[in-house]
């Protein structure tokens, strides 16, 4: 059974830092792009950064670059994301997933999903 499991959520301050992580099990991923999605209350699901299956491709929402960055080790099947000057609008549900090889940026784009961490950044 293949899972993803998303690790590092919490209550921090604006200005401070978090370090998601996201755990595979049930398969290998070293052939998927791997991604980072999150949700605020009232809105829709988005993109804010992935990382293809080789690790030299990412992307990135406008609002997190320079702020955010994803990586990956493959030999832990695990994806990572650091999250530095949160601020209070990075307040969502974040949700990893994975494709096979290429990056995408559509929802519907991915396969495999984990239930999501909470995070909340305090003004």
């Known amino acids: 059974q293949v899972q993803l499991v998303e690790s590092g959520g919490g209550l921090v301050q604006a200005g401070g830092s978090l370090k998601l992580s996201c755990a595979a099990s049930?398969?290998?991923?070293?052939?998927?792009?791997r991604a980072w999605f999150r949700q605020a209350p009232g809105k829709e699901r988005e993109l804010i950064a992935a990382?293809?299956?080789?690790?030299?491709?990412?992307y990135y929402k406008d609002s997190v670059k320079g702020r955010f960055t994803i990586s990956r080790d493959n030999a832990k099947n695990t994806v990572y994301l650091q999250m530095n000057s949160l601020k209070p609008e990075d307040t969502a549900v974040y949700y990893c997933?994975?494709?096979?090889?290429?990056?995408?940026?559509?929802?519907?784009?991915?396969?495999?999903w984990g239930q999501g961490t909470q995070v909340t950044v305090s003004s």
């Open positions: 997933a994975a494709r096979v090889w290429n990056i995408r940026t559509m929802i519907s784009d991915y396969d495999y």
């Open positions: 049930g398969r290998t991923f070293s052939g998927y792009a």
């Open positions: 990382i293809s299956w080789s690790g030299d491709s990412t």
